[in-house]
């Protein structure tokens, strides 16, 4: 089973806004409202930034929001800070298999 | 606060086997379904395996079905994950992980595992 699509990287300046596309198929992001995203610095443990498509934990900032347009869903960071700079993962409920990942973005603040 | 701590990585040689630990606190562990996820060295993320929360139903991705198994223990708050005839491509840092209704919700700080020769 192939991971999501994701691009490889993604840069923007401070104060600026960025998106992230995760692109998967009707049977896994088109098909259930269970995309999740996870932020990860180097060498630390992924942390949930968004659930079931545009849900923000508790703690995490409002600058990140996320949607779904079919099989594609999105995350998007406004007013990029430089803490911003990491690796960015959707993930996804699937009818397959429970889990299943994106192939992550790196994410540059210029 | 909920904690995952993994144990159990190391070097370990082709073919061999290794047993992953995670102990878990800070929840009612025996109520969630439970996770491993690994990442080897510069790539991304990839779901290994899944346990229901009395540990009678497991699913696992194809690259390890046969050779690795998951297991808990709810009377000791720890998930395990038993890995036999390990690859070069296993190497990686593993991930114990919380499932919260078909999301993950909180990772451990992870274990390498490295086979190698």
Known sequence: ?110 | EVQLVESGGGLVQPGGSLRLSCAASGFTFSTYLMHWVRQAPGKGLVWVSRINSDGSITNYADSVKGRFTISRDNAKNTLYLQMNSLRAEDTAVYYCARDWTFRIDSWGQGTLVSVSS
Do not use: H
Not at chain 1, 24 to 38: E, F
Not at chain 1, 47 to 63: A, F, Q
Not at chain 1, 75 to 98: F, H, M, N, R, V
């Open chain 1, 1 to 110: 089973q192939s991971a999501l699509t994701q691009p490889a990287s993604v840069s923007g300046s401070p104060g600026q806004s960025i998106t992230i596309s995760c692109t998967g198929t009707s049977s896994d992001v088109g098909g259930y409202n269970y995309v999740s995203w996870y932020q990860q610095y180097p060498g630390k443990a992924p942390k949930l930034m968004i659930y079931d498509v545009s849900n923000r934990p508790s703690g995490v900032s409002n600058r990140f929001s996320g949607s779904k347009s079919g099989n594609t869903a999105s995350l998007t960071i406004s007013g990029l800070q430089a803490d911003d700079e990491a690796d960015y993962y959707c993930s996804s409920y699937t009818s397959s298999s429970p889990f299943i990942f994106g192939t992550g973005t790196k994410v540059t603040v210029l």
